[in-house]
């Protein structure tokens, strides 16, 4: 398990975690800083981690990766090579999307349907500043893949020991 940075300030690691809009993956709050999204594991995510075989020197792809729950606990859990692969939230203004949703609910209409067009960046990426900032403030070495796992070429991607493909329906 990596070590996360020492010579980064408290008040730098605040700063930088409170520019993310959305940050869930620093989790089990290893820096002791208070993330903007959920920065405590919840049930589901409890019984997941505790139901992973044992990755301590393993390859593992985390497929649909978003902000790297999975993958920084991967790591933490002794894996040797950890991949993240996504694309879809990692394109999205997640944060506006989410506001939209909460202005609707709370004035009572309906949000628009699925994922409309305004909330897609695909340049700014700003839907994986989660995952980079906390690669960053964990001192991680999970690796990042853009794709779409449907078209993604699996030569390219190459072999894992372990393959996490979790949240997603099929
Ligand atoms: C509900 S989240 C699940 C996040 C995490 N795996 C978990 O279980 O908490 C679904 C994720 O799947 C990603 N996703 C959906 N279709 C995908 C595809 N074809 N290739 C890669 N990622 C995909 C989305 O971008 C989103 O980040």
């Not at 779409?148 to 190459?158: I, K, Q, R, V, W």
């Amino acid at each position: 398990m990596p070590s996360a940075p020492a010579r980064l300030a408290r008040e730098e690691i605040e700063r930088e975690v409170n520019s993310v809009p959305l940050l869930l993956a620093l989790h089990r709050n290893r820096r002791r800083v208070t993330t903007p999204g959920n920065s405590e594991p919840d049930e589901r995510q409890h019984r997941i981690v505790s139901a992973l075989p044992d990755l301590r020197g393993k390859s593992v792809l985390n497929v649909a990766a978003w902000d790297g729950f999975f993958s920084f606990e991967a790591e933490r859990l002794g894996a040797g090579r950890v991949v993240a692969l996504d694309h879809l939230a990692w394109e999205l203004d997640i944060a506006a999307c989410m506001a939209h949703w909460r202005e609707c609910n709370e004035r009572g209409v309906k949000a628009e349907a699925g994922l409309p067009e305004r909330f897609h960046g695909p340049a700014e990426l700003l839907g994986k500043r989660g995952l980079d900032t906390a690669r960053r403030l964990l001192g991680s070495r999970v690796e990042s893949v853009m794709a779409n796992f449907m078209e993604t070429d699996l030569d390219a991607l190459g072999t894992f020991d372990v393959v996490l493909f979790l949240g997603l329906k099929t």
